[in-house]
């Protein structure tokens, strides 16, 4: 089964400093990865997903199949990045099926 | 507003009572998908709707847990004889046939007493 792992619950960073969100995955296929944000009050967003391969509200992610990652960064974050963040995986082959999430990690900059 | 919708937004019950919630997809989406989310989770996948074709169910989705979409387009979520262990939020998500990417409603929150 697969599995998706956010080590860290909690990350609080100041305003201006670089930021690293870490997901690490277990499948035995080739996934897809998204990553997703919740602000306050407000419903789970797509941020990004690997295959775009873009860059969202500065953020960026690469799929690196051989440490089984998909990172979030951002160079200089901004107060208003302050949210949860999940990376969720889908399997790919065959039709559409429900997405594999991490249990989240709460990103907190400080002013 | 064009974003998934799900009504209620909250809601409370007693033990053993019968709730549904309401979930209308994005317009031209054919999947539609429940999942449940508790405090410290993410979202945990319960089953998924292709057009009214229920065509995948997770194991946590237990025998006092149905969904339908009998016209392809809204569905329902059905959990009978409720206990305090289904107290959570109830995520609704569609997504286009050709796109794994999927959109989220703002779920319902149910507080089971």
């Known amino acids: 089964a697969q599995r998706v792992t956010q080590p860290e619950k909690l990350l609080s960073v100041f305003k201006g400093a670089p930021v690293e969100l870490k997901c690490n995955y277990s499948?035995?296929?080739?996934?897809?990865l998204f990553w997703y944000v919740q602000y306050s009050r407000q419903r789970l967003q797509l941020l990004l997903r690997?295959?775009s391969r873009e860059s969202i509200k500065g953020f960026t992610a690469d799929l690196n199949k051989g440490e089984t990652s998909f990172h979030l960064k951002k160079p200089f974050a901004q107060e208003e990045d302050s949210a949860m963040y999940y990376c969720?995986?889908?399997?790919?082959?065959?039709?559409?099926?429900?997405?594999?999430f991490g249990k989240g990690t709460h990103l907190i900059i400080q002013p | 507003d064009t974003g998934v919708s799900q009504n209620p937004r909250h809601k409370i019950t007693k033990r053993g009572q019968n709730v549904t919630f309401r979930c209308d997809p994005i317009?031209?989406?054919?999947?539609l998908y429940w999942y449940r989310q508790t405090l410290g989770q993410g979202p945990e996948f319960l089953t998924y709707?292709?057009?009214?074709?229920?065509?995948?169910k997770s194991r946590l989705l237990s025998d006092r847990f149905s969904a339908e979409r009998p016209k392809g387009s809204f569905s329902t979520l059905e959990i009978q004889r409720t206990e305090q262990g289904d107290s959570a939020m109830y995520l609704c998500?569609?997504?286009?046939?050709?796109?794994?990417?999927?959109?989220f409603g703002p779920g319902t929150r149910l507080t089971v007493l």
């Open positions: 998500a569609s997504s286009r046939k050709t796109d794994r990417a999927q959109y």
């Open positions: 499948y035995s296929g080739s996934p897809e």
């Open positions: 690997h295959i």
């Open positions: 969720a995986l889908s399997r790919t082959g065959g039709g559409a099926d429900g997405l594999t």
């Open positions: 317009s031209e989406h054919n999947r």
């Open positions: 709707f292709q057009n009214e074709a229920q065509l995948e």
